[in-house]
């Protein structure tokens, strides 16, 4: 039977085929170099070919799965799908279009191994580095949305919900996504919602993160649909966490560069 994998990265891919070689690329001579046990999971929807791009670049490599379809269901739904395939001890998730580096996992991995349950990468503390800052007007429009979700659901204490560089111990990631429904880029608030209110311990991490100008927002239809989305995790109601899966109590002492490496 082979390893259980240290890491399983989720890699959520919506027509993606010219950036998704390049992030795999960094994604594997990061996890190569690290000595890890590893899994991906490129979970891709859309028609411009990023699935067959995907498996003729991974060839026979078993490490990889490719999900998905021509339809576009959600990053919401991708996810949650590579979750439920996933079997690593951690899980986690990054963007096709590598706006937060692979290796910024240096900061996020020894949290989970001091025993947190979540660590998401910010790009709102003081450590964090903005090299290339989104338009003006979509900067205005994140503000206009974190005071409306705050106001509805609070979080008050993670002013960065929507950065895509998210990891979790791999029995609370299984319970979180079970519990999930949105399918859309709500998904995050709802996973933080869920996690709150279930008494996971979150930390936070300053990463690197850099703008490409794309969007897939439709500014009237998205906006209008994300709000619908607050509204249904706030009134959704939130399921228990799944039984024998508990918030832990206290962090581990032992050193965060002791990481398990591949035998």
Same mark, same amino acid.
């Given at each position: ?137 979509? =900067?205005?429009?994140?503000?206009? %949305?974190? /005071?409306?979700?705050?106001? &509805?659901? $609070?979080?008050? !204490?993670?002013?960065?919900? #929507? ?17 999930? =429904?949105?399918?859309?880029?709500? %998904?995050? /608030?709802?996973?933080?919602? &869920?996690? $709150?209110?279930? !008494?996971?311990?979150?930390? #936070? ?25 607050? /509204? ?32």
């Amino acid at each position: 039977m082979a390893a259980t994998p240290y890491l399983s990265l989720i890699i959520p891919a919506y027509n993606e085929v010219r950036s998704i070689g390049r992030t795999l690329d960094a994604a594997c001579a990061y996890l190569d170099a690290k000595g890890f046990v590893y899994e991906i999971i490129v979970c891709a929807d859309g028609t411009d070919g990023t699935r067959e791009h995907v498996r003729d670049w991974a060839g026979d490599d078993r490490r990889f799965t490719v999900l998905g379809g021509p339809e576009r269901r959600g990053k919401g739904h991708g996810i949650r799908a590579g979750v439920h395939q996933s079997r690593g001890r951690f899980i986690g998730f990054m963007d096709a279009d590598h706006k937060t580096p692979v290796d910024e996992l240096d900061h996020v991995l020894p949290w989970l191994e001091r025993g947190y349950d979540i660590v998401i990468g910010s790009r709102a503390l003081g450590e964090s580095r903005i090299e290339r800052r989104q338009p003006l007007h979509r =900067r205005l429009g994140s503000k206009g %949305f974190g /005071v409306f979700m705050r106001l &509805l659901l $609070g979080l008050h !204490g993670i002013p960065d919900t #929507q950065c895509g560089f998210k990891f979790f111990r791999g029995e609370v990631a299984k319970d979180l996504f079970a519990r999930q =429904r949105i399918d859309g880029y709500m %998904f995050d /608030v709802e996973i933080l919602h &869920l996690a $709150g209110r279930s !008494g996971y311990r979150i930390q #936070q991490v300053g990463v690197r993160w850099r703008d490409d100008g794309d969007t897939r927002l439709q500014l009237f239809r998205g906006n209008l649909r994300n709000l619908l989305d607050l /509204v249904r995790i706030r009134f959704g109601g939130v399921a228990a966490p799944s039984e024998g899966v508990r918030p832990i109590e206290s962090v581990s002492s032992d050193s965060p560069a002791n990481l398990q490496r591949a035998a």
